[in-house]
Protein backbone atom coordinates (compact mmCIF):
# COMPACT_ATOMS: atom_id res chain seq x y z
CA UNK A 1 0.00 0.00 0.00
CA UNK A 2 1.55 3.73 -1.21
CA UNK A 3 2.25 5.67 2.19
CA UNK A 4 0.05 9.04 2.09
CA UNK A 5 0.82 11.26 4.73
CA UNK A 6 -0.55 14.81 4.71
CA UNK A 7 0.58 18.12 2.86
CA UNK A 8 0.66 19.70 6.77
CA UNK A 9 3.80 16.99 7.66
CA UNK A 10 5.81 17.08 4.77
CA UNK A 11 6.15 20.33 4.34
CA UNK A 12 6.78 20.58 8.35
CA UNK A 13 10.72 20.70 8.80
CA UNK A 14 12.24 18.46 11.78
CA UNK A 15 12.96 20.98 14.95
CA UNK A 16 16.90 21.88 14.32
CA UNK A 17 17.61 21.39 17.93
CA UNK A 18 16.23 18.54 18.02
CA UNK A 19 17.78 17.05 15.30
CA UNK A 20 21.40 17.93 16.32
CA UNK A 21 20.47 16.45 19.72
CA UNK A 22 19.11 13.50 17.88
CA UNK A 23 22.64 12.94 15.84
CA UNK A 24 24.79 14.21 18.92
CA UNK A 25 23.65 10.66 20.62
CA UNK A 26 24.17 8.79 17.46
CA UNK A 27 27.66 10.04 17.47
CA UNK A 28 28.05 8.96 21.04
CA UNK A 29 26.81 5.59 20.79
CA UNK A 30 29.49 4.92 18.11
CA UNK A 31 32.07 6.20 20.82
CA UNK A 32 32.68 9.56 19.76
CA UNK A 33 33.29 12.02 22.90
CA UNK A 34 30.60 14.70 22.01
CA UNK A 35 30.20 17.78 23.96
CA UNK A 36 26.64 18.75 23.31
CA UNK A 37 25.97 23.14 23.37
CA UNK A 38 22.87 22.34 21.04
CA UNK A 39 20.00 22.02 23.52
CA UNK A 40 18.97 24.65 25.75
CA UNK A 41 18.18 22.13 28.60
CA UNK A 42 20.19 23.48 31.70
CA UNK A 43 22.29 21.31 33.27
CA UNK A 44 21.37 21.73 37.17
CA UNK A 45 19.10 19.23 39.18
CA UNK A 46 15.37 20.07 40.11
CA UNK A 47 15.63 22.41 43.36
CA UNK A 48 14.78 19.64 45.97
CA UNK A 49 12.11 21.81 47.55
CA UNK A 50 10.23 21.35 44.38
CA UNK A 51 10.97 17.68 44.19
CA UNK A 52 9.43 17.27 47.43
CA UNK A 53 6.70 18.60 46.28
CA UNK A 54 6.04 16.46 43.98
CA UNK A 55 6.66 13.91 45.92
CA UNK A 56 4.03 14.70 48.71
CA UNK A 57 1.67 15.06 45.77
CA UNK A 58 2.09 11.19 44.65
CA UNK A 59 1.94 10.39 48.37
CA UNK A 60 -1.09 12.27 48.37
CA UNK A 61 -2.74 10.48 45.52
CA UNK A 62 -2.76 12.70 42.66
CA UNK A 63 -3.29 10.27 40.00
CA UNK A 64 -6.47 11.56 38.11
CA UNK A 65 -7.12 13.87 35.11
CA UNK A 66 -6.58 17.24 35.56
CA UNK A 67 -8.43 20.46 34.56
CA UNK A 68 -8.53 21.02 31.24
CA UNK A 69 -6.86 24.56 31.66
CA UNK A 70 -5.07 23.32 35.21
CA UNK A 71 -5.38 23.06 38.82
CA UNK A 72 -7.48 25.84 40.46
CA UNK A 73 -4.58 26.36 43.06
CA UNK A 74 -2.15 26.50 40.04
CA UNK A 75 -3.76 28.79 38.35
CA UNK A 76 -4.08 31.46 41.41
CA UNK A 77 0.03 30.81 41.68
CA UNK A 78 0.53 31.66 37.81
CA UNK A 79 -1.81 34.84 38.88
CA UNK A 80 0.34 35.97 41.84
CA UNK A 81 3.88 35.32 39.91
CA UNK A 82 2.36 37.31 37.18
CA UNK A 83 1.42 40.46 39.91
CA UNK A 84 4.53 40.04 41.85
CA UNK A 85 6.92 39.33 39.19
CA UNK A 86 5.39 41.47 36.23
CA UNK A 87 2.74 44.10 37.75
CA UNK A 88 0.40 41.98 35.58
CA UNK A 89 -3.58 41.46 37.15
CA UNK A 90 -4.80 38.40 35.87
CA UNK A 91 -8.30 36.34 36.45
CA UNK A 92 -8.45 32.56 36.78
CA UNK A 93 -10.52 33.09 33.53
CA UNK A 94 -7.64 34.20 31.60
CA UNK A 95 -5.06 31.52 32.61
CA UNK A 96 -4.71 28.37 30.82
CA UNK A 97 -1.73 25.79 32.07
CA UNK A 98 -0.03 23.70 28.74
CA UNK A 99 1.88 20.78 28.72
CA UNK A 100 4.80 23.25 28.16
CA UNK A 101 5.30 26.29 26.58
CA UNK A 102 5.57 25.16 22.97
CA UNK A 103 1.38 23.56 22.81
CA UNK A 104 1.06 27.38 25.12
CA UNK A 105 2.21 28.28 21.50
CA UNK A 106 0.59 25.84 19.35
CA UNK A 107 -2.42 26.91 21.18
CA UNK A 108 -2.53 30.02 20.55
CA UNK A 109 -1.85 29.76 16.65
CA UNK A 110 -4.32 27.33 16.09
CA UNK A 111 -7.03 29.59 17.79
CA UNK A 112 -5.86 32.86 16.37
CA UNK A 113 -4.74 32.55 12.92
CA UNK A 114 -6.60 31.63 9.56
CA UNK A 115 -4.84 30.37 6.19
CA UNK A 116 -2.67 33.33 4.84
CA UNK A 117 -2.76 35.40 8.13
CA UNK A 118 0.32 36.98 8.26
CA UNK A 119 3.08 36.81 11.67
CA UNK A 120 5.94 38.93 11.85
CA UNK A 121 8.64 36.87 13.50
CA UNK A 122 11.99 39.20 14.20
CA UNK A 123 14.62 37.34 13.33
CA UNK A 124 16.74 35.43 15.28
CA UNK A 125 13.55 33.90 16.48
CA UNK A 126 13.14 30.78 18.74
CA UNK A 127 13.50 27.84 16.02
CA UNK A 128 9.49 25.89 16.29
CA UNK A 129 8.11 29.60 15.91
CA UNK A 130 7.89 29.41 12.22
CA UNK A 131 7.05 25.76 12.02
CA UNK A 132 4.02 26.61 14.83
CA UNK A 133 2.84 29.42 12.32
CA UNK A 134 2.75 27.15 9.25
CA UNK A 135 0.80 24.48 10.80
CA UNK A 136 -2.02 26.78 11.71
CA UNK A 137 -1.66 28.32 7.87
CA UNK A 138 -0.25 31.14 8.93
CA UNK A 139 2.24 32.86 6.79
CA UNK A 140 5.85 33.94 9.02
CA UNK A 141 7.02 37.35 8.19
CA UNK A 142 10.89 37.21 8.87
CA UNK A 143 11.96 40.62 10.37
CA UNK A 144 16.10 40.81 9.34
CA UNK A 145 18.21 41.64 12.64
CA UNK A 146 21.74 42.60 12.98
CA UNK A 147 24.34 41.65 15.68
CA UNK A 148 24.82 45.36 16.02
CA UNK A 149 21.82 46.19 16.97
CA UNK A 150 21.74 43.04 19.68
CA UNK A 151 19.14 41.45 17.37
CA UNK A 152 16.38 43.23 18.13
CA UNK A 153 13.70 44.81 15.95
CA UNK A 154 13.36 48.31 15.53
CA UNK A 155 9.94 50.64 15.23
CA UNK A 156 10.98 51.11 12.10
CA UNK A 157 11.33 47.56 11.10
CA UNK A 158 8.14 46.42 12.55
CA UNK A 159 6.16 49.39 10.58
CA UNK A 160 7.84 48.00 7.25
CA UNK A 161 6.58 44.48 7.78
CA UNK A 162 3.23 45.06 8.33
CA UNK A 163 0.21 44.85 5.71
CA UNK A 164 -3.46 44.55 5.89
CA UNK A 165 -3.15 40.58 6.07
CA UNK A 166 -0.79 41.00 9.65
CA UNK A 167 -2.48 39.50 12.54
CA UNK A 168 -0.19 38.66 15.08
CA UNK A 169 3.25 39.51 16.00
CA UNK A 170 5.61 36.90 17.90
CA UNK A 171 8.93 37.38 19.66
CA UNK A 172 11.26 36.31 22.59
CA UNK A 173 12.58 38.35 25.50
CA UNK A 174 15.50 37.32 26.50
CA UNK A 175 15.79 35.86 23.30
CA UNK A 176 16.11 32.45 22.15
CA UNK A 177 18.90 32.29 20.65
CA UNK A 178 20.29 35.43 21.00
CA UNK A 179 20.00 36.24 24.67
CA UNK A 180 18.85 39.54 23.40
CA UNK A 181 16.26 41.49 26.16
CA UNK A 182 13.98 44.42 25.21
CA UNK A 183 14.13 47.42 27.61
CA UNK A 184 10.69 48.76 29.00
CA UNK A 185 11.37 51.62 26.23
CA UNK A 186 12.05 49.48 23.79
CA UNK A 187 8.85 47.77 24.11
CA UNK A 188 7.15 51.01 24.05
CA UNK A 189 8.14 52.11 20.98
CA UNK A 190 7.28 49.11 19.53
CA UNK A 191 4.08 49.47 21.15
CA UNK A 192 3.63 52.73 19.77
CA UNK A 193 3.98 51.39 16.10
CA UNK A 194 1.41 48.73 17.11
CA UNK A 195 -1.33 51.28 18.34
CA UNK A 196 -1.93 52.24 14.69
CA UNK A 197 -2.41 49.20 13.85
CA UNK A 198 -5.33 47.90 16.16
CA UNK A 199 -5.70 44.12 14.73
CA UNK A 200 -2.23 42.94 15.76
CA UNK A 201 -2.48 40.56 18.22
CA UNK A 202 1.02 40.04 20.52
CA UNK A 203 2.84 37.05 21.77
CA UNK A 204 5.28 37.60 24.35
CA UNK A 205 7.33 34.30 24.88
CA UNK A 206 8.80 35.53 28.72
CA UNK A 207 10.37 31.92 29.22
CA UNK A 208 14.00 32.99 30.16
CA UNK A 209 12.61 35.71 31.93
CA UNK A 210 14.50 35.08 35.30
CA UNK A 211 17.22 34.43 33.85
CA UNK A 212 18.28 37.95 33.34
CA UNK A 213 21.94 39.53 33.84
CA UNK A 214 20.61 43.21 33.89
CA UNK A 215 18.10 44.75 36.41
CA UNK A 216 14.48 44.37 35.08
CA UNK A 217 12.25 42.11 33.31
CA UNK A 218 9.79 44.35 30.74
CA UNK A 219 6.31 42.31 29.51
CA UNK A 220 4.67 44.00 26.81
CA UNK A 221 1.25 43.10 28.56
CA UNK A 222 2.70 45.61 31.40
CA UNK A 223 1.28 48.98 28.87
CA UNK A 224 -2.77 49.43 29.73
CA UNK A 225 -2.61 50.02 25.83
CA UNK A 226 -1.83 46.85 25.04
CA UNK A 227 -2.98 44.43 27.96
CA UNK A 228 -5.72 43.59 25.81
CA UNK A 229 -3.86 42.62 22.73
CA UNK A 230 -1.04 40.64 24.59
CA UNK A 231 -0.67 37.23 24.89
CA UNK A 232 2.14 36.14 27.97
CA UNK A 233 3.61 33.12 27.38
CA UNK A 234 5.75 31.54 30.20
CA UNK A 235 6.70 28.32 32.25
CA UNK A 236 8.99 26.57 34.52
CA UNK A 237 11.37 24.67 31.88
CA UNK A 238 14.17 27.01 31.81
CA UNK A 239 14.32 29.18 35.02
CA UNK A 240 13.64 25.70 37.43
CA UNK A 241 15.26 23.68 35.77
CA UNK A 242 12.13 21.33 34.75
CA UNK A 243 12.48 20.87 31.14
CA UNK A 244 10.85 17.44 31.16
CA UNK A 245 8.13 18.22 34.03
CA UNK A 246 6.62 19.61 30.61
CA UNK A 247 4.76 22.69 32.46
CA UNK A 248 3.94 26.14 30.96
CA UNK A 249 0.94 28.95 31.12
CA UNK A 250 -0.50 31.86 29.51
CA UNK A 251 -1.56 35.23 30.70
CA UNK A 252 -4.01 36.31 27.71
CA UNK A 253 -7.47 38.24 27.12
CA UNK A 254 -10.12 35.57 28.54
CA UNK A 255 -11.54 34.88 24.99
CA UNK A 256 -8.24 33.78 23.60
CA UNK A 257 -7.96 31.49 26.94
CA UNK A 258 -10.98 30.12 26.25
CA UNK A 259 -10.35 29.31 23.00
CA UNK A 260 -6.77 27.74 24.19
CA UNK A 261 -8.73 25.28 26.69
CA UNK A 262 -11.36 24.28 24.34
CA UNK A 263 -8.41 23.43 21.88
CA UNK A 264 -6.35 21.86 25.07
CA UNK A 265 -9.24 19.42 25.70
CA UNK A 266 -9.65 17.83 22.02
CA UNK A 267 -5.90 17.55 22.04
CA UNK A 268 -4.30 16.28 24.94
CA UNK A 269 -6.43 17.81 28.06
CA UNK A 270 -4.81 18.91 31.30
CA UNK A 271 -1.29 18.53 31.93
CA UNK A 272 0.61 16.21 33.90
CA UNK A 273 -0.98 16.11 37.49
CA UNK A 274 2.19 15.51 40.10
CA UNK A 275 4.03 17.73 37.74
CA UNK A 276 1.20 20.57 38.30
CA UNK A 277 1.54 20.14 42.11
CA UNK A 278 5.48 20.87 41.96
CA UNK A 279 5.03 23.52 40.10
CA UNK A 280 2.32 25.72 42.53
CA UNK A 281 5.00 25.19 44.54
CA UNK A 282 7.98 26.46 42.30
CA UNK A 283 5.84 29.85 41.33
CA UNK A 284 4.98 30.52 45.07
CA UNK A 285 8.63 30.43 46.20
CA UNK A 286 10.45 33.52 45.82
CA UNK A 287 13.11 34.04 42.97
CA UNK A 288 16.04 34.30 45.47
CA UNK A 289 15.12 30.56 45.57
CA UNK A 290 17.01 29.97 42.03
CA UNK A 291 19.50 32.97 41.92
CA UNK A 292 22.43 30.33 42.46
CA UNK A 293 21.22 28.88 38.73
CA UNK A 294 21.35 32.17 37.17
CA UNK A 295 24.28 33.66 39.20
CA UNK A 296 26.22 30.76 37.32
CA UNK A 297 24.82 31.30 33.92
CA UNK A 298 26.34 34.58 34.28
CA UNK A 299 29.76 33.21 35.25
CA UNK A 300 29.49 31.22 32.03
CA UNK A 301 28.58 33.67 29.88
CA UNK A 302 31.82 35.70 30.96
CA UNK A 303 33.47 32.81 30.41
CA UNK A 304 32.47 31.87 27.37
CA UNK A 305 32.43 35.25 25.54
CA UNK A 306 36.33 35.55 26.65
CA UNK A 307 36.83 31.94 25.14
CA UNK A 308 35.07 32.84 21.73
CA UNK A 309 36.92 36.19 21.67
CA UNK A 310 40.20 34.37 20.97
CA UNK A 311 38.07 32.04 18.19
CA UNK A 312 39.18 33.69 14.49
CA UNK A 313 36.10 33.82 12.50
CA UNK A 314 33.48 34.62 15.62
CA UNK A 315 31.95 37.65 15.81
CA UNK A 316 30.14 37.69 19.40
CA UNK A 317 27.79 40.51 21.26
CA UNK A 318 26.94 40.58 24.76
CA UNK A 319 24.01 38.62 25.58
CA UNK A 320 21.63 40.10 28.64
CA UNK A 321 19.85 37.18 29.40
CA UNK A 322 19.03 33.10 28.59
CA UNK A 323 21.60 31.23 27.99
CA UNK A 324 23.05 31.17 24.81
CA UNK A 325 25.33 33.16 22.32
CA UNK A 326 24.82 33.17 19.07
CA UNK A 327 28.23 34.29 17.07
CA UNK A 328 28.30 35.54 13.50
CA UNK A 329 30.47 33.18 11.48
CA UNK A 330 30.05 34.55 8.13
CA UNK A 331 33.72 35.54 7.99
CA UNK A 332 34.36 31.45 7.82
CA UNK A 333 31.99 31.22 4.94
CA UNK A 334 33.86 30.42 1.74
CA UNK A 335 36.92 28.62 3.81
CA UNK A 336 38.07 25.07 3.11
CA UNK A 337 38.94 22.55 6.41
CA UNK A 338 40.23 19.43 5.60
CA UNK A 339 38.57 19.05 2.03
CA UNK A 340 35.33 20.60 3.39
CA UNK A 341 33.97 23.70 2.25
CA UNK A 342 32.17 25.55 4.22
CA UNK A 343 29.19 27.86 2.78
CA UNK A 344 26.99 28.26 5.02
CA UNK A 345 26.32 28.27 8.79
CA UNK A 346 25.05 24.67 8.78
CA UNK A 347 27.94 23.36 7.16
CA UNK A 348 29.72 25.21 9.70
CA UNK A 349 27.29 23.60 12.65
CA UNK A 350 28.03 20.07 10.97
CA UNK A 351 31.80 20.33 11.05
CA UNK A 352 31.92 21.06 13.81
CA UNK A 353 30.01 18.27 14.94
CA UNK A 354 32.41 15.58 13.00
CA UNK A 355 35.99 17.56 13.24
CA UNK A 356 35.65 19.50 16.58
CA UNK A 357 33.13 17.07 18.49
CA UNK A 358 31.07 19.89 19.19
CA UNK A 359 27.20 19.80 18.71
CA UNK A 360 25.71 23.69 18.08
CA UNK A 361 23.02 24.70 16.35
CA UNK A 362 22.87 26.34 12.60
CA UNK A 363 21.56 29.71 12.78
CA UNK A 364 19.57 29.33 9.67
CA UNK A 365 16.99 27.50 11.86
CA UNK A 366 16.41 30.66 14.07
CA UNK A 367 15.79 32.72 10.69
CA UNK A 368 19.44 34.01 10.68
CA UNK A 369 21.94 31.87 8.54
CA UNK A 370 25.29 33.75 9.20
CA UNK A 371 25.13 32.80 12.87
CA UNK A 372 25.22 29.52 15.02
CA UNK A 373 23.33 29.17 18.16
CA UNK A 374 26.07 27.75 21.07
CA UNK A 375 24.46 26.73 24.48
CA UNK A 376 26.21 27.71 27.91
CA UNK A 377 24.21 25.22 29.41
CA UNK A 378 26.83 23.14 30.53
CA UNK A 379 29.71 22.58 32.66
CA UNK A 380 32.59 24.97 32.78
CA UNK A 381 35.14 22.21 32.12
CA UNK A 382 32.93 21.38 29.16
CA UNK A 383 32.73 24.89 27.97
CA UNK A 384 36.46 25.24 28.11
CA UNK A 385 36.58 22.07 26.39
CA UNK A 386 34.19 22.65 23.24
CA UNK A 387 35.82 26.39 22.68
CA UNK A 388 39.37 24.54 22.79
CA UNK A 389 38.13 21.86 20.46
CA UNK A 390 36.30 24.57 18.09
CA UNK A 391 39.71 26.64 18.06
CA UNK A 392 41.47 23.54 17.11
CA UNK A 393 38.83 22.24 14.30
CA UNK A 394 39.28 25.99 12.65
CA UNK A 395 43.04 26.77 13.28
Not at 129 to 149: Q, R
Not at 238 to 256: D, E, L, N, Q, V
Not at 271 to 294: D, E, F, G, H, W
Request: aromatic share 8%; net charge negative; with cysteine.
Amino acid sequence: MQKQLSERINKLETSATLAMAAKARELKAEGKNIIGLSLGEPDFNTPDFIKEAAIQAINDNYNSYTPVDGYAELKEAVIEKFKRDNNLTYDASQIVVSTGAKQSLANVAMVMLNAGDEVILPCPYWVSYKDIVKIAEGIPVEVKTSIENDFKMTPNQLEAAITPKTKMLWFSSPCNPSGSLYSKEELRALADVLQKHPQIIVVSDEIYEHINFVEGHASMAEFEDMYDRTVTVNGVSKAFAMTGWRIGYIGAPSYIARACNKIQGQITSGANCIAQRATITALKAPVSKIKYMIDKFKERRTLILDLLSEVEGFKCNQPEGAFYVFPNVSALFGKTFKGTKIENATDLSMYLLEEAQVATVTGEAFGNPDCIRISYAASEENIKNAIAQIKEALS
